[in-house]
């Protein structure tokens, strides 16, 4: 079974357009958080979300929404699509231990490309 | 604020030998470490963690070593498999709250026949 499973894989649209990618992790996690990574691979946080409330936003324009309907759920609305938008978006998800810490578990990602 | 950095954007190694990619950070305050491994196509994957109190840290033939003073992280993966073959992420965790991890900004690992 995968862990944080995200879909679409791959999701090709116009500028303008509204597109969600949705995201489930049954990994019983209670923290969940939104990656994008950009053509020179770098990895930056835009979301994270611990039992249904928005812990951190990064400077991150407000036509990205998260949208959170239970701790297992954590889907991105991205309104009005930009060029700039174009990017792979993971999904991942963390259960912080008293002794282990916060390690991060990754969904296989989603390809936007705007056109 | 926080930065992670790589000596190295790309690696190239033959395979059987060993390799060691490096990583600085900046963040005096993060308390744990872990290196993450993302083939083409795919998610970030786990390899190994760290956290501060320890300097070394073996699994199934990578080793993690930590030096607190120079604030520099590294992996070392011994006999090199084609299979390793991928970008290999630092990243660490200031600790504390729901804040995701701090990534570096990737070494691209290639394995030579």
């Not at chain 1, 990994?27 to 979300?49: A, E, N, P, R, V």
């Not at chain 2, 993690?64 to 992996?75: E, F, P, R, Y």
């Not at chain 2, 991890?101 to 690992?109: A, N, V």
């Amino acid at each position: 079974d995968t862990a944080v499973s995200q879909t679409p894989k791959y999701l090709v649209t116009q500028m303008g357009n509204d597109k969600s990618i949705k995201c489930e992790q049954n990994l019983g996690h209670d923290t969940m958080y939104w990656y994008k990574q950009d053509s020179k691979k770098f990895l930056k946080i835009m979301f994270s979300y611990n039992n249904k409330e928005l812990i951190i936003n990064e400077t991150v324009p407000n036509r990205f929404s998260p949208k959170s309907p239970d701790k297992a759920h954590l889907n991105l609305h991205i309104n009005s699509l930009e060029l700039g938008d174009s990017a792979v978006y993971f999904c991942a998800s963390s259960q912080r231990g008293p002794v282990s810490g916060n390690t991060i578990y990754f969904g296989e990602g989603s390809w936007l490309t705007v056109v | 604020g926080e930065s992670v950095g790589l000596h190295l954007p790309t690696l190239s190694v033959q395979e059987g030998d060993n390799s060691i990619i490096n990583c600085a950070y900046s963040n005096s305050a993060s308390d744990y470490f872990i290196w993450y491994k993302q083939e083409s196509g795919k998610g970030p994957q786990f390899i190994i963690d760290i956290r501060s109190n320890m300097d070394k840290r073996q699994g199934q033939r990578v080793t993690v070593l930590l030096n607190k003073t120079v604030k520099h992280l590294s992996l070392q993966i011994a006999a090199t498999q084609p299979g390793d073959s991928a970008v290999y992420f630092c990243a660490l965790d200031g600790g504390g709250g729901a804040d995701g991890l701090t990534f570096g900004k990737g070494t691209h690992l290639i394995i030579q026949p």
